[in-house]
């Protein structure tokens, strides 16, 4: 069988990034036997600099030094940093995994914009690019003929961009709502089960890597609500930003108004509603199907011909994640 090359940059290996790239080790054969591809990531970019290797770089090498913090030891390390990588280094379609700055929206912005203007896909699971210039990053990429694909800016490994696009194509969209972020449902999860401080149950999400770089997003709703703009952009047609969502989130939530929840059969979750445009703490009955604990995720969403659906899932996680980075790639080159 002839496979067809695919040449991948990786931008940003944290979390997602090294995650992506061993769901890739370890479903590269299923890949190459169903869509007779062989995905090659030809350049790594960090900070500092990146690993360039047109000839496909060997990830399990590439892990090993970055779990070290190593990765500068690679043979094939060069101070070249990602923007020059994507003017320099030719590949199919750009994974741009860099921290959510939602103030600036960089370095993701640039990234992304570069990337497109160049001719190549772009797959990202950063939200704040996506947040805060979602229609001028649609525009740049239609009027570049490529695609840019964002199914794990929204709920990790949850698929909800590419429901609507697969599976309800021919409904409209009535409302959505639901708890878009893990770690504040986590927190939120262990307050109410163990009864610890909001402190301890954020520093065990940070531990099992499942909070945001600063995660006052998670906290402070932020995180959600670009989740929001992103929803309603691309599923709900409207025209907003990061900056039309207003956001309350869970730092003022006390043990005592978790308790007092408990009373009323109740538990309090952070809320996302796309309709409305807002993001809040909202009392959910106990046997409502958004009362997911951990850092699960659910999705609410009303259509006209398809009526009401919810989804649940993982939210958060490097390998979870990277079923949404792949099931983008896929859709792009099938
Ligand atoms: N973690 C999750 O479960 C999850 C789920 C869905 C979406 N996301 C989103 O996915 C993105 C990545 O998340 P993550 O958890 O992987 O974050 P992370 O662990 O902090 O990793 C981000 C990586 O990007 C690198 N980086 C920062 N600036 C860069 C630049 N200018 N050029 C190249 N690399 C750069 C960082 O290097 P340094 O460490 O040296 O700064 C780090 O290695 C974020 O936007 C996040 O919101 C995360």
């Known amino acids: ?10 931008i940003g290996f944290g979390e997602i990034g090294r995650g992506f790239a061993r769901v890739l080790l370890e479903k590269k054969r299923f890949i190459e036997r169903e869509y007779e591809v062989d995905l090659k990531v030809v350049a790594v970019c960090e900070i500092g600099g990146s690993i360039i290797d047109e000839d ?6 590439a892990l090993k030094l970055a779990e070290n913090k190593e990765l500068r030891k690679h043979e094939n390390w060069t ?3 990602a923007l020059d990588v994507i003017k320099k280094v030719k590949s199919d379609t750009v ?9 600036s929206g960089q370095p993701g912005l640039k990234h992304i914009k570069e ?4 001719g190549m896909h772009v797959v990202t699971s950063n939200k704040a690019p996506l947040a805060l210039k979602f229609s001028e990053l649609q525009k740049i990429a239609n009027s570049n003929k490529v695609k840019l694909e964002y199914e794990a800016t929204v709920g990790g490994a949850l698929p909800i961009i590419n429901l609507r696009k697969h599976a309800l194509q021919i409904n409209k969209i009535e409302s959505i709502h639901g708890i878009l972020n893990g770690t504040s449902n986590y927190v939120l999860t262990k307050m109410a089960e163990e009864g ?10 940070q531990e099992i890597g499942i909070a ?4 006052g997003y998670d906290i402070k709703g932020i995180d959600t609500g670009a989740k929001v703009a992103i929803l309603a952009n691309s599923l709900m047609d409207m025209n907003v930003s990061f900056n039309d969502i207003e ?3 869970i730092k003022d939530i006390t043990p005592e108004a978790i308790e007092l929840a408990k009373k009323h059969n109740c538990v309090i979750k952070l809320i996302g509603d796309v309709n409305r445009l807002e993001v809040s703490p909202r009392l959910i009955p106990i046997n409502h199907p958004l009362n997911v604990s951990g850092a699960m995720n659910a999705i609410m969403i009303n259509a006209d011909i398809a009526k009401n659906i919810t989804i649940v899932g993982h939210g958060a996680g490097g390998i979870e994640t990277a079923s949404s980075l792949l099931s983008d790639i896929l859709d792009i080159i099938s």
């Open 212 to 215: 945001e770089a600063d995660p």
């Open 247 to 249: 956001i309350t989130g």
């Open 115 to 118: 990337s497109l203007m160049k």
């Open 79 to 81: 101070s070249m940093k």
């Open 56 to 61: 496909g770089i060997d990830l399990e090498k």
């Open 95 to 103: 994974l741009e995994l860099t921290p959510s700055d939602i103030k």
């Open 196 to 205: 610890v401080t909001m402190d301890v149950a954020l520093k065990e999400a």
């Open 1 to 10: 069988m002839k496979l067809k090359n695919i040449k991948l940059t990786i």
